[in-house]
């Protein structure tokens, strides 16, 4: 029976006892209740049970639809990591999901809000957009290109820098710094318990007490246990911290620089303030800032916790003769370092300013290997990159050299020099026993008694050598608090220089982005220059109409544009398909940037079509461009495949387009849509052109700005293009030098350049004035092949001479004589 009783119930039978139990506690409360009630003990009994089995199958349906919503989440995760996608929310959030341990999580990235950016422009421009001539000096916002250093500016920036990488006290950032603090304090109280703990097991070693030394080797080894851990989790929350300020800075600047006001392209062809390093500034100085910040303040926040606490304690054993020398050594030591120290913001910022430059060379050559291989100017590269690195390399050894002297005097003064001190300090007590009455309270002894016996003797060494230990280990924790404060000055100086990049890349786009381009206040601004643009964009037109607008080639400061054609007005309906031409350098391209946006309309008006879509307008470039993915990524883009399936269209579909585009091969030849390939490299010329009438077939905008996006492509085969494309119902504005493409157009544009630079005309196709033209430059034609053939007589007697000259000149055998008799003949037509 003993043993029965010791075994344990089955699990169905625990779940039996579980479900009675609580079904006999759901009785006992409706009996409760039925006292109270008219009902029936029966009656009552029946409406438990009903009430018991409706929470049984309301639980049971709500735990299915929960699984159910988790396995179509955890599908869908699936299937977007797969595609390489995103889901976007009404609210504007976007869900993502990333493999993490082999099933997909998913991550919500909030985009920052309008009114965000327009709150912190004011922190980041000087003066802000929309501000007064009346500004009061004491609210100016810092110039982002001041010197960096530890000034007001540092501080400026810093605080702007945190209302990003902080933007409440309930963020997750301001809980991983709330408990990094709780492990800063708790770390430094472990200090002090170890330290008294060592101070203990010395002193029970000299009084020879067994048992109290075993014991404090107990506490000792568990108090090192907890500090191990708590030491780690500091490190740990600092890396946590370190990556949660970089995905906020990240985010924010992504928002920035991808947007609809086209950043990513003004940052670098229209404004000068950050040169043409933005990936340098966003991959590598962002970590560098964020990496520093996390660590400072660590470095930073643990010894002044020490000192303080350190301090304090340090006071109640050595009085106050002891905490001043330890003051006085503070100052002397702080004043000889900041005299002392190297200027390593400026230092920091330069360095990253010439890594960034060696890094966009190298970025060049990559990106243009080919054109550099056809002209075998790998020789001239490695000069340029070996001139660079040189550069490079000059700067790193002058700053190297500036720091090893200075290490040199940092490490002497706070570790050999702040642990002498502390020693001296610390044995004060030992030395001179008033002080350590003075700190602490005097001990009782019996009236009668002049001199110590043997056991208090032995007990004053003991409590002696416990303090002198005590006081020791407080010191070099101290010391090594104030090393660290050193260290972070230094630190400190350095994040002033990761600071200053940062800040002068989110100044300049929300510049960019409020369409204030970098313009020093001391100069004034050149005519077309980016601080005289005075047209406007209006958006949701129907139609491309320019009233007055010239074309001008923007200029980076200080100069200004360069006009290419004067004041242009043109107005393009629906079904009215519009051919322009003209010489190189007129500008026909600077027409289709303008309409883009990505160049200012100075003067006049510009009206358009909004962004890609049924009623919208699509931009063609003369560069075809292809994306990373698959070769359906390659048709669809700028849409990613989840919008594809969202908008009901199919890979059939997609075939029809490539069909239409004389691309229906690919799909067998490459092996099928979600085929990755480096396509800029597989496709020839002519599919790249044809790819980018393939978008413009699927996505069908009402609109198409196409610039020589069939210069690569046959006759035949263009003109097909340009017919599907009208087929469509879609409107072309065609930049081209080809005659041939007339017939697909409804009217000219023609740009002048040499004698009639600046001139335009804008006429319909087959008009009485443009069949004159026409005509005269047939006429042209014609008298040059006259004269061809004139001069195609002249050349094969040319050659009839030459040849009998030569057979002549052979036959008499005399070298000399045939050059000469050669050079006779040859010299009347010279």
Not at 340 to 349: D, M, Q, S
Request: aromatic share 10%; with cysteine.
């Amino acid at each position: 029976m003993a043993a029965q009783s010791t075994l344990r119930p089955s699990p169905s039978e625990r779940f039996t006892n579980l479900f009675d139990s609580f079904y006999e506690r759901l009785v006992s409360i409706i009996d409760r209740w039925q006292h109270r009630s008219k009902l029936s003990k029966e009656a009552t009994r029946r409406l438990a049970t009903v009430a018991f089995a409706l929470t049984i199958i309301t639980c049971g349906y709500g735990g299915y639809k929960w699984r159910r919503r988790r396995r179509k989440d955890r599908d869908e995760g699936r299937k977007l990591m797969r595609l390489n996608s995103s889901k976007k929310l009404k609210d504007g959030l976007r869900v993502l999901y990333v493999d993490r341990k082999g099933q997909p999580s998913r991550v919500d990235i909030h985009t920052t809000k309008q009114s965000s950016f327009e709150a912190h422009r004011r922190l980041f421009l000087n003066p802000p957009p929309g501000a007064g001539a009346q500004q009061d000096p004491s609210k100016a916002v810092p110039s982002a290109y001041i010197r960096p250093g530890l000034n007001a500016a540092f501080l400026h920036q810093v605080s702007a820098l945190l209302t990003i990488m902080v933007p409440r006290w309930r963020s997750k950032e301001a809980a991983l710094l709330s408990m990094h603090a709780v492990c800063l304090i708790a770390r430094t109280y472990l200090t002090i318990v170890v330290a008294n703990i060592e101070g203990k097991i010395n002193g029970a070693l000299v009084a020879g007490k067994g048992r109290a030394f075993f014991k404090n080797i107990g506490w000792f080894l568990l108090s090192g246990l907890i500090g191990s851990g708590v030491n780690h989790q500091i490190k740990f929350l600092q890396s946590k911290i370190s990556i949660a300020f970089r995905t906020r800075l990240t985010r924010y600047i992504h928002d920035l620089y991808l947007n609809g006001n086209l950043a990513y392209y003004k940052l670098q062809n229209l404004d000068g303030g950050i040169g043409q390093g933005a990936d340098q500034y966003i991959t590598h100085d962002v970590t560098l800032f964020c990496d520093a910040a996390a660590s400072l303040f660590s470095s930073l926040g643990k010894p002044l916790v020490d000192l303080f606490v350190l301090n304090f304690q340090l006071y109640r054993s050595l009085g106050r003769l002891g905490i001043s020398a330890l003051l006085i050594n503070y100052v002397f030591t702080a004043s000889l370092l900041s005299k002392a120290t190297p200027p390593f913001g400026r230092l920091k910022a330069k360095e990253g300013q010439k890594e960034g430059e060696f890094r966009s060379m190298h970025a060049r050559l990559i990106a243009n290997a080919e054109e550099v291989a056809f002209y075998a100017g790998g020789p001239t590269e490695k000069k340029q990159l070996n001139a660079e690195f040189r550069g490079l390399k000059q700067f790193m050894e002058t700053v190297y050299r500036t720091r090893i002297a200075y290490h040199t005097l940092e490490d002497y003064v706070l570790k050999y020099s702040w642990s002498a001190y502390g020693y001296l300090i610390s044995s004060l007590p030992v030395f001179l026993p008033i002080i350590g009455d003075l700190a602490q309270p005097p001990r009782s002894h019996n009236a009668g008694a002049n001199t110590y016996s043997r056991h208090d003797r032995a007990e004053k060494s003991s409590e002696r050598m416990q303090q002198f230990i005590v006081n020791k280990q407080i010191m070099l924790n101290l010391a090594d608090a104030g090393t660290r404060m050193m260290y972070s000055i230094k630190d400190l100086s350095e994040l002033a220089g990761y600071t200053s990049r940062v800040y002068t890349l989110i100044s300049a786009l929300h510049r960019v982005n409020a369409n204030a381009y970098y313009t020093p206040r001391h100069r004034y601004p050149e005519p077309y220059s980016l601080a005289d643009v005075g047209g406007s964009m209006v958006h949701g037109f129907d139609g491309v109409r320019l009233e007055d607008v010239p074309i001008v080639a923007p200029g980076l400061w200080p100069q200004g544009g360069e006009e290419l054609t004067e004041n242009l007005s043109f107005h393009v309906k629906p079904g009215e398909h519009v051919l322009i031409t003209g010489p190189n350098g007129a500008g026909k391209s600077s027409i289709a940037r303008i309409v883009a946006g990505l160049w200012p309309t100075y003067r006049g008006i510009t009206c358009r079509p909004r962004a890609v879509g049924e009623d919208g307008v699509m931009f063609i470039p003369q560069r075809p461009y292809l994306t990373e993915g698959t070769l359906r990524d390659q048709v669809i883009y700028p849409h990613t495949e989840s919008d594809m399936a969202e908008s009901g269209q199919r890979d059939r579909d997609l075939q029809i387009v490539l069909d239409e585009a004389k691309l229906g091969y690919l799909v067998a030849r490459e092996s099928g849509w979600d085929t990755r390939k480096a396509w800029k490299d597989v496709l020839s010329g002519g599919e790249k052109q044809r790819m980018g009438i393939a978008r413009l077939l699927h996505h069908k905008p009402r609109y198409a700005i196409i610039d020589e996006g069939t210069s690569a492509v046959s006759a035949d085969v263009e003109g097909g293009l340009y017919e599907t494309c009208k087929a469509k119902g879609i409107t072309l504005l065609t930049i081209s030098t080809r005659a041939s493409l007339k017939r697909y157009h409804n009217f000219l544009l023609t740009l002048g350049l040499g004698e009639d630079a600046g001139k335009w005309e804008f006429v319909r196709i087959g008009t009485k004035s443009e069949r004159a033209s026409a005509e005269q430059e047939l006429k042209e034609l014609r008298e040059r092949l006259e004269g061809a053939e004139g001069l195609r007589r002249r050349r094969d007697e040319v050659e009839r001479e030459l040849g009998r000259v030569w057979v002549e000149g052979k036959s008499g055998g005399d070298a000399d004589a045939l050059d000469e008799v050669t050079y006779d003949e040859q010299a009347p037509e010279g």
